[in-house]
C-alpha cells in the first residue's frame, strides 16, 4: 500500500485553502466597496437633507440631523479605501483611482479637509442662520466633495 507523504497532503491542503482565501478576499473586497459606495451615496442624500433647509422646504432640526449624519459618515472615509480597493483591482466596480494610495497622505488631507467641513455645516445649520448654511454648504461641496472627487474618483467604466 502507498502511502501519501505528509508534506504532500500539507502542501496540497495549503493549496486549496489559498484557492478559497483568495475567492473570500475578492469578495471581502467587493463588499468593501458596495458598502464605501453607499456611504457616499448616503453623504450625498445628507448633504441634500441641507439644501432642502436652505431652500426652505425643511425645517432646522433635519438640518442639523442630516449635517450631524454627514459629520459621522465623513470621519469613517479613510477607513473605506483599504488597499487593493482600486480601479485597477476591481475593474468596472470602483471608481477609486490608485493615486488615492500613492498620495495617501494628500488623501488623508483631502478627507481631513471634508471633515472639517462637514463639521462647519453642521455647527452653522445648529445656527439657525441659514445664510451661514448656505454658503457652508457650498464650501463643502467644493472644497471637500468635488476637490476629492476631482483628484481621486473616475466614473466606473470610463478610462483613467
Given at each position: 500500500?502507498?502511502?501519501?507523504?505528509?508534506?504532500?497532503?500539507?502542501?496540497?491542503?495549503?493549496?486549496?485553502?489559498?484557492?478559497?482565501?483568495?475567492?473570500?478576499?475578492?469578495?471581502?473586497?467587493?463588499?468593501?466597496?458596495?458598502?464605501?459606495?453607499?456611504?457616499?451615496?448616503?453623504?450625498?442624500?445628507?448633504?441634500?437633507?441641507?439644501?432642502?433647509?436652505?431652500?426652505?422646504?425643511?425645517?432646522?432640526?433635519?438640518?442639523?440631523?442630516?449635517?450631524?449624519?454627514?459629520?459621522?459618515?465623513?470621519?469613517?472615509?479613510?477607513?473605506?479605501?483599504?488597499?487593493g480597493t482600486s480601479t485597477l483591482d476591481l475593474p468596472g466596480e470602483t471608481g477609486?483611482?490608485?493615486?488615492?494610495?500613492?498620495?495617501?497622505?494628500?488623501?488623508?488631507?483631502?478627507?481631513?479637509?471634508?471633515?472639517?467641513?462637514?463639521?462647519?455645516?453642521?455647527?452653522?445649520?445648529?445656527?439657525?442662520?441659514?445664510?451661514?448654511?448656505?454658503?457652508?454648504?457650498?464650501?463643502?461641496?467644493?472644497?471637500?466633495?468635488?476637490?476629492?472627487?476631482?483628484?481621486?474618483?473616475?466614473?466606473?467604466?470610463?478610462?483613467?
Amino acid at each position: 500500500m502507498n502511502r501519501v507523504p505528509a508534506r504532500a497532503i500539507a502542501a496540497a491542503l495549503l493549496v486549496v485553502l489559498g484557492c478559497f482565501a483568495t475567492g473570500a478576499l475578492a469578495q471581502d473586497k467587493k463588499a468593501i466597496v458596495q458598502e464605501r459606495r453607499a456611504a457616499m451615496k448616503a453623504q450625498g442624500e445628507a448633504m441634500g437633507g441641507v439644501k432642502r433647509y436652505v431652500d426652505g422646504e425643511a425645517d432646522q432640526n433635519a438640518a442639523a440631523r442630516s449635517a450631524g449624519e454627514l459629520v459621522r459618515l465623513t470621519r469613517a472615509d479613510p477607513g473605506r479605501f483599504p488597499p487593493g480597493t482600486s480601479t485597477l483591482d476591481l475593474p468596472g466596480e470602483t471608481g477609486a483611482k490608485p493615486l488615492i494610495w500613492g498620495e495617501w497622505g494628500k488623501f488623508l488631507a483631502a478627507a481631513n479637509t471634508m471633515i472639517d467641513q462637514a463639521v462647519k455645516l453642521e455647527l452653522a445649520v445648529k445656527s439657525g442662520d441659514k445664510a451661514a448654511a448656505s454658503e457652508q454648504l457650498m464650501r463643502t461641496g467644493e472644497t471637500g466633495c468635488i476637490f476629492c472627487h476631482r483628484l481621486y474618483r473616475q466614473r466606473v467604466g470610463l478610462p483613467l
